[in-house]
T-cell receptor, first 112, second 114 residues
Framework: QKEVEQNSGPLSVPEGAIASLNCTYSDRGSQSFFWYRQYSGKSPELIMFIYSNGDKEDGRFTAQLNKASQYVSLLIRDSQPSDSATYLCAVILDNYGQNFVFGPGTRLSVLP | DAGVIQSPRHEVTEMGQEVTLRCKPISGHDYLFWYRQTMMRGLELLIYFNNNVPIDDSGMPEDRFSAKMPNASFSTLKIQPSEPRDSAVYFC????????????FGSGTRLTVV
């Protein structure tokens, strides 16, 4: 059973703080890792993807991948109330785009 | 591109009726996925197509569910007969290998079966 796990939250952080969202996955063969943001009543939207170990930065967002620990995280710097949403971690097992597994999501609340 | 287009946005139907959900993927994307999302179960993959061919339909809950993709620009998900437990938000998403497989989701169809 391929699994992607996340803390369901809610994770509450004050405005301007760093929000840290974590995701673990069970299958060592996993190749590609994605973070999606989903506002209430809306569809998920892709924020970032990461394929290689290390950090990848895009504006206020940083994705971190550690394949040895089977761990991927998303850091949001200078959190804003508009970042309040559910963040979904997704993992692709192979090189062909199949076996795309979503985690249950972490609900983030940024308090003004 | 207008993104992934789904219709209808909302559907309310009576138990036992047939429901058809529609999806137009992003032009050039060779993968199309149908997902169902509920509070209890999160996002569940129902079926996906590659180049219009169904690849994995193991997530389709029962024979009441069927999906087709007659061409690269159109797919349908049909439920017949519908039941109250089918109430959920149904998302269509598309992706391509050239773009790294990141999904683009449609706006979803909120289905309520009464």
């Amino acid at each position: 059973q391929k699994e992607v796990e996340q803390n369901s939250g809610p994770l509450s952080v004050p405005e301007g703080a760093i929000a840290s969202l974590n995701c673990t996955y069970s299958d060592r063969g996993s190749q590609s890792f994605f973070w999606y943001r989903q506002y209430s009543g809306k569809s998920p939207e892709l924020i970032m993807f990461i394929y290689s170990n290390g950090d990848k930065e895009d504006g206020r967002f940083t994705a971190q991948l550690n394949k040895a620990s089977q761990y991927v995280s998303l850091l949001i710097r200078d959190s804003q109330p508009s970042d309040s949403a559910t963040y979904l971690c997704a993992v692709i097992l192979d090189n062909y785009g199949q076996n795309f597994v979503f985690g249950p999501g972490t609900r983030l609340s940024v308090l003004p | 591109d207008a993104g992934v287009i789904q219709s209808p946005r909302h559907e309310v139907t009576e138990m036992g009726q047939e429901v058809t959900l529609r999806c137009k993927p992003i032009s050039g994307h060779d993968y199309l996925f149908w997902y169902r999302q509920t509070m209890m179960r999160g996002l569940e993959l129902l079926i996906y197509f590659n180049n219009n061919v169904p690849i994995d339909d193991s997530g389709m809950p029962e024979d009441r569910f069927s999906a087709k993709m007659p061409n690269a620009s159109f797919s349908t998900l049909k439920i017949q007969p519908s039941e109250p437990r089918d109430s959920a938000v149904y998302f269509c998403a598309s992706s391509s290998r050239q773009e790294g497989y990141g999904y683009t989701f449609g706006s979803g169809t909120r289905l309520t079966v009464v």
